[in-house]
T-cell receptor, first 114, second 110 residues
């Protein structure tokens, strides 16, 4: 059963803490992405990766970090430098980062800062 | 700044009617166009993709693309209450990530 999994579904963070969101895919997709969605807003790109051990900043990378050590996995760390991290975080993947390749999303992680 | 614009809505239609959702984009080099449906609290689900000018039909959904006018639309025929959701338009050019609009909320009343 192919797909994208994200964990946890809900995450609560205290001020000053770093937290890591997990994203795993078994679709054999080369490209993976992290987006952030705030209420009433569209999706904003945080980071993306086209191949293992390579990733690029998106529009709102400040306060976030990623790694891509395996093709299947693309974890996102929300650091204490991210001043307003409460949001819905979405991971996505596509065959390659080229035109005409559809992007599919995981179920998301809802992060709340206490 | 490359942008994708959508009317936020809500767009309200009665059950059985045609819902028309619209999207404009600023990057003339855009090559791929997608419509995603997002239910409240859930992640986006891809429902249509279109790459060339004209219409593309899939069941009750029709995507329309006009590159000269930088305009893409989604028609939903025989709208059902289960179609009530936010519809996101996304656009990309070769080698780049998708750019999303903020979405249009559709409400179908029974």
């Amino acid at each position: 059963d192919g797909g994208i999994t994200q964990s946890p579904k809900y995450l609560f963070r205290k001020e000053g803490q770093n937290v890591t969101l997990s994203c795993e895919q078994n679709l054999n997709h080369d490209a993976m992405y992290w987006y952030r969605q705030d209420p009433g807003q569209g999706l904003r790109l945080i980071y993306y990766s086209q191949i293992v051990n390579d990733f690029q900043k998106g529009d709102i990378a400040e306060g976030y970090s990623v790694s891509r050590e395996k093709k299947e996995s693309f974890p996102l760390t929300v650091t204490s430098a991210q001043k307003n991290p409460t949001a819905f975080y979405l991971c996505a993947s596509s065959i390659v980062i080229l035109a005409n390749h559809e992007q599919f999303f995981g179920p998301g992680t809802r992060l709340t800062v206490l | 700044q490359k942008e994708v614009e959508q009317n936020s809505g809500p767009l309200s239609v009665p059950e059985g009617a045609i819902a028309s959702l619209n999207c404009t984009y600023s990057d003339r080099g855009s090559q791929s166009f997608f419509w995603y449906r997002q239910y409240s609290g859930k992640s986006p689900e891809l429902i249509m993709s279109i790459y060339s000018n004209g219409d593309k039909e899939d069941g009750r959904f029709t995507a329309q693309l006009n590159k000269a006018s930088q305009y893409v639309s989604l028609l939903i025929r025989d709208s059902q209450p289960s179609d009530s959701a936010t519809y996101l338009c996304a656009v990309s050019r070769a080698g780049t990530a998708l750019i999303f609009g903020k979405g249009t909320t559709l409400s179908v009343s029974s």
